[in-house]
């Protein structure tokens, strides 16, 4: 990766944090946990997802009703699908984009 990608990737992650901002991709757990902590602002969760690993899903339906006591917005971005619409449920508060895919 060159240094001017690396640079505008890590401009992307400082203002998807700054924004508290969580996409729905790879250990989302930790991430949430980690927004928690720094403050109880409302926290975006954006899915677009074909689905995922049960566990992952299950432990995000345990975490964001126990472990949050941050409010999660769930946001439908394109495709949320399978397991990912499990996550989706559990958030406090739930949008879609006009041409998402929910299944």
Do not use: W
């Not at 991709?25 to 689905?51: F, P, T």
């Amino acid at each position: 990766m060159s240094k001017q990608n690396e640079e505008g990737s890590n401009h992307v992650f400082t203002n998807i944090i700054a924004h508290r901002k969580v996409i729905l991709s790879g250990e989302v757990s930790q991430r949430l946990i980690a927004l928690k902590v720094r403050s109880l602002a409302r926290i975006n969760l954006v899915i677009d997802s074909g689905g995922a690993s049960m566990d992952a899903a299950l432990r995000l339906c345990d975490l964001i009703p126990t472990v949050m006591t941050t409010p999660v917005r769930g946001i439908a971005l394109c495709s949320c699908v399978s397991v990912a619409t499990f996550a989706m449920l559990y958030c406090n508060e739930l949008i879609s984009t006009p041409c998402s895919r929910l299944l």
